[in-house]
């Protein structure tokens, strides 16, 4: 399979610990994006990524959460001090430096906070 | 503020006939727009697009119409078929900022047999 992998798939965690999500995108896409859907919402920007240089961060990403993408090629996001707002879907995707051109999104990592 | 809206959270549609899809956007700034579907438990996939310097684009059952005047894009699936029920995303790029998508909330799309 080449597409976007993401891992895990569902994760259920405690209020107050961390958790760490990791994306491999397609092997020859240079751009990686983090995206978060929540219940009845489209998905939301979170960071960007071109090679291993982080471009852009949403402010919907606290000081909680910190994302790497080391060496250019995969990619994890983790969240410290888990709450209950962090409860969502986590979207990986990928794509090629080219305008115009579309991403292509992971199966994503559905993270339950309890 | 949102900034790219679909403003039919559902739809259903008899198997043969047109799917219309409707989405409106608040950012001139938008020169890109793309369609995404998706399915339960899966990631967006993505279906087609159109820079605005188009005013249709087609691919195959679907095709993308996009009216810049009135900031407003839709969606046509003919014929609509059971597998085409899924979500779909209306999504926006920026000029000069042409990686960071902005959706809307999503129509779900049911095609009945």
């Known amino acids: 399979d080449t597409g976007v992998s993401q891992d895990p798939r569902h994760k259920i965690t405690k209020r107050g610990q961390n958790v760490t999500f990791r994306c491999d995108p397609i092997s020859e896409h240079n751009r990686l994006y983090w995206y978060r859907q929540t219940l009845g919402q489209g998905p939301e920007f979170l960071t960007y990524f071109q090679n291993e240089a982080q471009l852009e961060k949403s402010r919907l990403l606290s000081d909680r959460f910190s994302a790497e993408r080391p060496k250019g090629s995969f990619s994890t996001l983790e969240i410290q001090r888990t709450e209950q707002g962090d409860s969502a879907m986590y979207l990986c995707?990928?794509?090629?430096?080219?305008?115009?051109?579309?991403?292509?999104f992971g199966q994503g990592t559905r993270l339950t906070v309890v | 503020d949102q900034q790219v809206k679909q403003n039919s959270p559902s739809l259903s549609v008899q198997e043969g006939r047109i799917s219309i899809l409707n989405c409106d956007y608040t950012n001139s700034m938008f020169d890109y727009f793309l369609w995404y579907k998706k399915y339960p438990a899966e990631g967006p996939t993505f279906l087609i697009s159109?820079?605005?310097?188009?005013d249709k684009n087609e691919d195959g059952r679907f095709t993308v119409f996009l009216n810049k005047s009135a900031k407003h894009l839709s969606l046509h699936i003919v014929p609509s078929q059971p597998g085409d029920s899924a979500v779909y995303f209306c999504a926006a790029l920026r000029g000069g900022s042409n990686y960071k998508l902005t959706f809307g909330k999503g129509t779900l799309l049911t095609v009945n047999p």
């Open positions: 159109i820079s605005s310097i188009k």
């Open positions: 995707a990928s794509s090629l430096d080219l305008v115009g051109t579309e991403a292509f």
